[in-house]
């Protein structure tokens, strides 16, 4: 997809994105400070907010092919059956009890599936968000700090089936993560925001070790990066 001179003002924050292009079949980085419009950009995308001016040219790309996962899942009341179900219900999509039940098992939820999914514990409930957002098979898929807290066994888990799921057919990933070492070994492209606006895009060995822009590499500095993608 295409964004075009975007412009969204919230109280006192301004974003403007002049050009940004997210290629299809790549898995996105998208990192900055906090307060530099990250999480705005990923709402702007899902429609969740609407743009005071600009274009965001999907490119074909309908609005039900996008899905959005958060730090803090949101739940509906009910058991995490009924949660993974939902965004089938909304979309009038036949759940595949085989394809459900291989998920709760590749997550190791299993035993929690008529479990009421407030009740689990965050690390539960971001698996149940991930799995949710992947159920339909959808064509962009925003992870906004999702996978930031989980333990090493569980990102390792969810770097997996990213890396599965484009082995079998290429989708296009926005990750935004304060896990730099996480971004380097996942995303093909980096995207680095700052002040609501887009400093600079481009491969992730150029933006994280040979920009010559100070507010990246001020903001690169407070993470250590291994070449192997650990930290």
Request: proline share 3%; with cysteine; charged share 30%.
């Amino acid at each position: 997809m295409r964004i075009t001179d975007l412009e969204k003002k919230q109280g006192d924050f301004q974003m403007r994105i002049d050009s940004l292009a997210l290629k299809s079949g790549k898995i996105h980085g998208i990192i900055g400070g906090n307060g530099c419009g990250k999480t705005t950009l990923c709402k702007l995308i899902m429609g969740i907010l609407e743009p005071d001016r600009g274009t965001l040219d999907y490119e074909g790309l309908e609005i039900q092919n996008i899905t959005m996962t958060a730090q803090r899942p949101y739940f509906i009341q009910g058991s995490v059956y009924e949660n993974i179900c939902y965004p089938l219900k909304i979309r009038r999509i036949r759940p595949d009890e085989q394809k459900i039940d291989q998920w709760l098992s590749r997550c190791g939820l299993t035993e929690k599936k008529h479990q009421y999914a407030r009740s689990l514990s965050s690390g539960e409930q971001q698996k149940v968000s991930m799995i949710r957002a992947l159920i339909f098979d959808p064509e962009l898929v925003m992870i906004d700090e999702t996978l930031s807290n989980l333990d090493p066994e569980n990102l390792e888990l969810f770097e997996n089936v990213i890396f599965d799921i484009q082995k079998k057919r290429k989708i296009t990933w926005l990750l935004i993560s304060h896990r730099l070492a996480h971004i380097y070994k996942m995303c093909d492209e980096l995207h680095f925001m700052h002040g609501g606006t887009v400093l600079a895009s481009g491969g992730k060995q150029e933006i994280l070790f040979e920009t010559g822009d100070e507010r990246i590499r001020r903001f690169v500095a407070n993470e250590v990066i291994r070449m192997d993608g650990s930290v």
